[in-house]
C-alpha cells in the first residue's frame, strides 16, 4: 500500500467513524423530542442531520485543533497510529450501541487516539495540552446541563404559573421544535470537528499539510456530511434508554432538556473543547426529572450510563493498543 493509499483509507474510516458517530449519538439529538411525540422518529432524525450539516459554516474549527494536536504529540504519531486509533473508537461505539448505552462517541475518539499513541511510544506520546479541561468536563458538561435545566424549569412554571398543563404543553410542543433544532446544531458542529481533528492529524503525519495550517473546506464539508447521513439512519436502542427509561418527559420538559444540553455543548465548543453531547442531555434529563421530585428520574438507569462514560476513555485507549499491536505485526514500522 503507497502512502497515499494509506492516506486515503484512514480518511475513509474517519468518515465512516463519523457517520457511526452521528448513528450513535442521533438518540442525543432527538430522543427528547421523540420521548413527547412533538416528531415521529423520521421527522426528527430528517430534522436533527438537517442541523447537524448547517453547523459546517458556523463557530470555526477550534474544536478540531484540539483533538490534531491538544492531546498526542504530532511528532511522534503516524498514520498507522491515527488508523488504530479510529479503528479503537469505532470498535467502542459498535458495542456500546448494541448494548443501548449512551456512552461518549467523542471520549471514544480522544481514547482511541491516545492508546494508540501510548503503544506506538508509551506515556510520552501524551501530552498535557487539553486533557485537564477536557477531562474535567466529563463532570461538567451533565452539571451544567443539569443545573441549566433546572433553572429552565422553574423559569417556564413561573411564566406559565397561571396556565394549565395542556395549556403548556401545547405551547411548547412547537418550542420544542426550536429547542431540537439548537441541540442539534450544537452537536454537529462539536462532534464533527472530532472527526475534522483526527483527519487533520493524518494529513499533518502523512506531510501533506503543516500543523500551523488551517483546516482544508473539504474536510469540514466531508466530516458534517457523514456525522447529518450517520444521524439520518437513526440509533433507536439509545433513544429508548435516553428517552423513556431515564425520566419521563413532557413537552415543557423536553424543551427546557435540549436548550440546557445546547447551551452546555456550545460552551464547550466556544472554549475549543470536544465535549460529549452524551453527557450533556443525559444531565440536562436528569434536572427536568429531578425538578419534579428526585425519585423521577431512575437514578439505576442513571448509574448505569454513568459508569459507562467512566470505561469509555481506558475502553478505547486498550482496544486501540491492541489493534496497533497487531499492525505493527504486520507493518514493523509503523
Not at 475513509?12 to 457517520?19: E, K, N, P, Q, S
Not at 467502542?92 to 448494548?99: A, G, K, M, S
Not at 471514544?108 to 503503544?119: F, M, P, S
Not at 434529563?285 to 425519585?295: E, T, W, Y
Request: aromatic fraction near 12%.
Amino acid at each position: 500500500m503507497t502512502p497515499l493509499q494509506l492516506v486515503v483509507l484512514i480518511v475513509t474510516i474517519a468518515l465512516i467513524f463519523d457517520y457511526i458517530n452521528g448513528f450513535h449519538d442521533a438518540a442525543n439529538s432527538i430522543a427528547t423530542i421523540v420521548a413527547t411525540r412533538v416528531l415521529t422518529p423520521f421527522q426528527a432524525v430528517v430534522w436533527a442531520a438537517f442541523f447537524n450539516f448547517v453547523s459546517a459554516f458556523s463557530f470555526g474549527t477550534a474544536v478540531a485543533s484540539t483533538v490534531g494536536t491538544g492531546f498526542v504529540d504530532l511528532n511522534l504519531v503516524t498514520p498507522y497510529v491515527v488508523l488504530a486509533g479510529l479503528l479503537g473508537a469505532i470498535a467502542w461505539d459498535l458495542i456500546t450501541w448494541y448494548l443501548g448505552l449512551p456512552t461518549s462517541s467523542s471520549h471514544a475518539l480522544i481514547g482511541g487516539y491516545a492508546g494508540a499513541g501510548i503503544a506506538k511510544a508509551g506515556m510520552a506520546a501524551l501530552i498535557v495540552g487539553k486533557w485537564p479541561l477536557t477531562l474535567a468536563f466529563i463532570v461538567l458538561a451533565p452539571l451544567i446541563g443539569l443545573v441549566v435545566a433546572y433553572v429552565l424549569m422553574l423559569a417556564v412554571y413561573w411564566l406559565f404559573r397561571n396556565s394549565s398543563p395542556v395549556r403548556m404543553d401545547s405551547y411548547f410542543r412547537k418550542m420544542q421544535l426550536l429547542s431540537a433544532a439548537m441541540f442539534s446544531y450544537a452537536h454537529g458542529t462539536n462532534d464533527a470537528q472530532k472527526t475534522m481533528g483526527i483527519i487533520f492529524a493524518v494529513l499533518v503525519t502523512a506531510n501533506y499539510l503543516q500543523a500551523s495550517d488551517p483546516i482544508p473546506f473539504w474536510v469540514i464539508l466531508a466530516a458534517h456530511a457523514a456525522i447529518a447521513l450517520g444521524t439520518l439512519s437513526g440509533g433507536w436502542r439509545i433513544v429508548h434508554t435516553m428517552g423513556g427509561k431515564l425520566t419521563r418527559l413532557r413537552p415543557r420538559g423536553g424543551f427546557c432538556a435540549e436548550t440546557a444540553a445546547a447551551l452546555s455543548v456550545l460552551f464547550a465548543t466556544r472554549l475549543g473543547l470536544p465535549v460529549s453531547t452524551t453527557h450533556a442531555i443525559a444531565g440536562s434529563i436528569a434536572g427536568v426529572g429531578s425538578f419534579n421530585r428526585l425519585k423521577a428520574v431512575r437514578w439505576g438507569v442513571a448509574k448505569r450510563i454513568v459508569w459507562a462514560w467512566v470505561v469509555t476513555i481506558p475502553a478505547a485507549a486498550f482496544i486501540a493498543w491492541i489493534c496497533f499491536a497487531v499492525i505493527r505485526l504486520i507493518h514493523p514500522d509503523a
